[in-house]
């Protein structure tokens, strides 16, 4: 697995998903990055950033049903939780199945105590309530009062899946707020927090220049004159626009 620069999650926590996706078209030409259809639970805690790894469920059978118990020592879900590294991101390809909740409000008890950064899942989510007044964040497609194992078994542990029709590698790196989630392919990581942040601060001083009236031809997306510009303001010391 690549190494990731030292700096790259404090400047990634720094960066919209906004960002990130444009600057994953412009790097590799990647637009495939974010799942469909998966939001946070609650916009107030939504922010997150951390290493994926990864959950893979398949439809139940019935026959099946003590392994699909998170009791039963070898269930993936156990396991993932268990066996994660604090700072993870858990990241669930439930083949888009709203028909069960994969995480209630136990698991995601013991999922903050480990450390988890957060959760990203293409299916649902039990105990929605409880869920959206706890600290760790959670994207998701819906809420759903039966356990995953009304519809679902997991079967797979940090192997490549697909969640919300995006591809991901377990160690992909998980950027999250408001708008959704993205899976950064792990070796594109640091140049899209570095050009993301770079992005973003020059877009500051865009905002602040049409909120006083520039127009957005010739200027935003930055044209070489914006980037001038944007230099020029930086060596004056940042004064106040408008």
């Not at 990241?91 to 990203?120: H, K």
């Not at 049409?210 to 031809?217: F, P, R, T």
């Amino acid at each position: 697995m690549s190494p990731v620069a030292a700096d790259t999650f404090d400047k990634l926590r720094q960066v919209s998903t906004a960002t990130i996706t444009a600057q994953l078209i412009k790097i590799a030409g990647m637009r495939s990055r974010s799942p469909l259809g998966v939001r946070p639970i609650n916009m107030k805690c939504a922010r997150f950033v951390g290493p994926a790894v990864t959950l893979r469920y398949a439809p139940m059978r019935e026959d099946l049903d003590g392994q699909a118990s998170t009791v039963h020592a070898e269930n993936p879900t156990r396991r993932v939780i268990e066996e994660s590294a604090a700072g993870s991101v858990l990241v669930i390809d439930m083949g888009q199945s709203i028909g069960g909740g994969a995480i209630g409000d136990i698991l995601a008890a013991r999922m903050i105590y480990r450390g988890f950064a957060g959760v990203v899942a293409d299916g649902a989510m039990r105990d929605i309530g409880p869920l959206r007044d706890m600290s760790l964040p959670v994207h998701c497609r819906a809420s759903a009062p039966p356990p995953s194992s009304g519809a679902l078994i997991a079967v797979g542990l940090n192997e490549p899946i697909g969640c919300g029709g995006a591809l991901v590698y377990p160690g992909d790196i998980v950027a999250a707020d408001e708008d959704g989630a993205v899976f950064i392919p792990r070796h594109l990581a640091d140049k899209v927090a570095t050009d993301g942040l770079e992005q973003e601060q020059i877009e500051v001083f865009i905002k602040a220049r049409i909120l006083n009236g520039e127009a957005v031809d010739g200027f935003y997306p930055a044209t070489e004159r914006t980037k001038s510009e944007y230099k020029a303001w930086i060596a004056a010391g940042r004064p106040k626009i408008g």
